[in-house]
């Protein structure tokens, strides 16, 4: 009788998810969830590891970004029009051999190869939604990862422009895929108390792989510099092999036993996997079958989180965050620095990283909404006085007296970028849609998001020429200013909130 009773309670303190579902083909004891209170735990080792190695997608974006900086100034064409094939030292310091002063760019190709790279982010972002839906995001990070090697290959051997424009924009299409295919992956295996702190990590390795091309890029030619790049696709393609696909797609297409043991590698071998896939499912139960494009839009809460996630994305790029850094070595001169534009780039980048790390650490303490209305309210500012300094410098005031003020101003902006409208609109992107509407939610977020870096980026110069440094700087004030009162008005703290209490307040429910 004592024999039969442990029988009976070595029964219920294991259980396997395929078990209860009579699933007689699944037997892998790594199923097995130890349900005694006590024992049940999860672990976040692998979690982070898992979502380092996806954004190593970003770390690649990044150099990609970058990468124009050192490299357009050693492949510019002499103003006078000369050529020569002997060997010449460009502003860095690295020597330039015959080959490759044989590559030289006009003004109208250095355009090309710094814009094809938002147009082919554009075009990529779209299809990778639907891709990712039909093989799934770790077979959809490792086919879009190949443009990326074969972009820098393309680079690297370049002989004529033609070759740098194809390299460019394959290595844009490579951008946005990753765009919507990590913070997606990253979604659908992060635990709610961690989500925030891996959801920033994108930015994180963005931030970190500019700054990469500045400290390489200031000592190095710029084919080295480009080799260089190429390793960082290479160990992403690798470092994809080993992790698994994203419980919440296998379940999405039925694989129940395969994503309890995701969930088993991701979370360690002794969480409680059949409640959290029971939450997943609740989820998939809720959105339905797949989306289609108009559901998108015909969906109330599908379509509010698109809204929030594309109106974050547009702030993040009307913040002026670029005509900032256009004006960084301007400002450091004003304030009597002397220093090379190149190591005020790489300032700049360190800046970015050490505070974009500090927000992953801060997002699960002070919650997404107060970050970002703590980064535009102290953007508004900074960018105001800013414009005022220009306004008085370009009317001819003497402002000698306050050249450090807008030192102080660009600063401030950097750091306060970086802890809020950086990295959280990648993050709330993930976190506001149903599996259904995900994959497409996403795509057309980064699409937009890309559609903005284009524009401000191609009608900075005009607006710098028509309306003047300040008026310019007072327009993405005025951005700012808004994107304050939408945010404290509009959007609600998602830190710690399941998925079905977000979609609960996008119904309007709560």
């Known amino acids: 009788m004592d024999s039969e009773k442990v029988v009976r309670a070595m029964a219920r303190w294991w259980q396997t998810v ?38 190593l997608g970003a770390v690649a974006a990044g150099t990609a970004l970058a990468w124009t900086s050192p490299v357009l100034p050693q492949i510019s064409a002499p ?37 094809l790279l938002a147009i082919g982010a554009f075009f990529g972002a779209l299809p990778t939604g639907y891709i990712a839906d039909a093989i799934g995001r770790r077979y959809t990070a490792l086919a879009m990862d190949i443009p990326f090697v074969l972009a820098w290959l393309s680079i690297i051997f370049a002989k004529s422009a033609g070759w ?29 108390s961690i ?50 696909e ?31 896939i029971q939450v997943i499912q609740n989820d998939l ?44 070595v301007p400002i450091f001169k004003s304030a009597g620095s002397t220093l090379n534009p190149s190591i005020c780039s790489i300032i700049v980048g360190a800046v970015q990283v050490i505070m974009t790390l500090t927000a992953s ?42 050249g450090w003020l807008p030192l102080l101003c ?25 599996p259904d509407v995900k994959a497409t939610a996403v795509a057309l977020t980064v699409m937009s998001n890309w559609f903005c870096v284009f524009v401000v980026t191609k009608c900075f110069g005009s607006m710098i020429a028509a309306w003047g440094s300040d008026m310019t700087f007072w327009f993405f004030a005025a951005c700012m200013a808004i994107a304050t009162l939408y945010v404290a008005t509009m959007v609600l703290e998602t830190k710690g909130k399941s998925s079905q209490q977000i979609q609960m307040w996008l119904n309007g429910s709560m």
Do not use: H
């Open 246 to 276: 994203t419980p919440v797609y296998l379940l999405k297409k039925g694989r129940r036993a395969d994503a309890a043991l995701s969930l088993k590698w991701l979370w360690g071998r002794f969480c409680d996997s059949r409640s959290a």
């Open 79 to 115: 103003s006078n029009g000369n050529t020569t094939t002997a060997n010449s030292t460009v502003a860095n310091g690295t020597t330039t051999t015959p080959s490759d002063v044989g590559l030289q760019l006009t003004p109208e190709q250095q355009t090309w190869v710094s814009s």
């Open 361 to 402: 650490l801060l997002i699960e303490r002070a919650g997404r909404k107060i970050l970002l209305l703590f980064s535009s309210t102290v953007m508004t500012i900074c960018l105001a006085i800013l414009g005022a300094y220009f306004d008085m410098k370009d009317s001819g005031k003497d402002v000698s007296a306050i």
């Open 285 to 328: 139960d809720q959105a339905g079958t797949d989306a289609s494009f108009l559901d998108l839009f015909s969906n109330r809460a599908a379509r509010n989180g698109l809204i929030i996630s594309m109106l974050l994305m547009f702030f993040q790029q009307f913040s002026g965050i670029n005509a900032v850094i256009f004006y960084t």
């Open 195 to 244: 989500r925030g702190t891996l959801g920033t990590l994108f930015q994180l390795l963005l931030t970190f792989g500019i700054l990469l091309v500045y400290l390489i890029g200031s000592v190095v030619s710029w084919k080295t510099l480009s080799v260089l790049c190429l390793f960082v696709p290479i160990a992403l393609f690798i470092g994809m092999l080993i992790l698994p």
């Open 410 to 434: 660009v600063v401030l902006f950097m750091i306060t970028f970086s802890v809020g409208y950086g990295p959280i609109p990648w993050l709330m992107m993930g976190e506001l849609f149903l």
């Open 164 to 192: 740098l424009y194809f390299g460019r924009l394959l290595i844009g299409i490579s951008t946005g895929s990753f765009c919507v295919v990590a913070p997606m992956y990253i979604s659908e295996i992060a635990e709610t």
């Open 18 to 55: 395929s078990q209860e579902d009579a699933d007689p083909t699944a037997r892998n004891p790594m199923l097995y969830d130890p349900l005694q209170d006590g024992v049940v735990k999860t672990s976040k080792t692998r979690q982070y590891l898992a979502a380092f190695i996806v954004c």
